[in-house]
């Protein structure tokens, strides 16, 4: 059983003390200009700012911004989707069908073509994320939830297959003979971590069932709680998946 103690201390800049938002502040920041801003370009440099930030939590702001007024923010905001790679995002462009700007629509049809392509795309292993799990007694729960779903959007990025919430024991073996496939549980913890920073624990078992396969942790100081889960998140993932055979 591969069992590492991997520790990777991660310099982040400290932000201002008058910074009290818990989940990315400059997400919410550009997701307030693009809802807000009183100029059509404003509200584009916003969306395409969005598409670029590898965060899940871009996601709403842009699927909203499909019903902008203007087509040159839809445009945008359709092109942020694809470069977000979120595949959540193909629901949200399906639903605008009847967009009348031809440069929003010829933005939505490629996006949808890009992330159709990477949601059919075969996968490389099948994992079941447990619910993260925060033992420091301190976060917010709607940033414990931006950490899980951080570490959903790398086991996408790396190939993953998500198995379902509650999946079934013959569901999920059923779906790993069909595509001949590894099965995979991670239980991940975030932790107290030295200097006041934060640790996050994650566990690899087999799945189904509970077999344990290897352990790891990753450790990051010197920024806000934020800054240092989104830096933990895919590197926790990185460090499982590196050891799937």
């Known amino acids: 059983m591969r069992s590492p103690s991997h520790l990777v201390t991660l310099l982040l800049l400290v932000c ?75 629901e949200c462009l399906e639903a605008r069908k009847d967009e009348p700007d031809a440069a929003a629509k010829a933005a939505r049809s490629s996006a949808l073509k890009s992330l159709r392509e990477l949601k059919a795309r075969a996968p490389k ?15 917010p729960p709607e940033l414990v939830k931006a950490t899980e779903a951080r570490m959903r959007r790398k086991l996408t990025q790396m190939g993953a297959w998500l198995a379902p919430a509650k999946e079934g024991e013959a569901a999920a073996k059923a779906v790993l003979r069909k595509h001949k496939l590894q099965g995979y549980r991670l239980v991940a913890e975030i932790r107290p971590g030295p200097s006041e920073g934060l640790t996050l624990s994650v566990m690899w078992q087999q799945y189904p069932g509970n077999r344990l396969l290897g352990s790891a942790q990753v450790e990051a100081s010197g920024g806000e709680p934020y800054e240092l889960l989104a830096a933990l998140a895919p590197g926790a993932v990185e460090e499982a998946v590196g050891s799937f055979k």
């Open 125 to 139: 292993f099948y994992v079941m994320l447990g619910e993260v799990k925060d033992t420091t007694g301190t976060l």
């Open 16 to 90: 201002p003390a008058t910074v009290l938002a818990q989940t990315h502040p400059e997400t919410a920041s550009l997701a307030r200009r693009l809802k807000q801003g009183a100029e059509p370009g404003h509200r584009v440099q916003a969306a395409r700012v969005l598409g670029e930030s590898e965060d899940p939590e871009a996601l709403p702001p842009l699927c909203a911004a499909l019903e902008d007024p203007s087509g040159e923010v839809r445009a945008a905001a359709a092109g942020a989707l694809e470069k977000l790679g979120e595949l959540g995002g193909v």
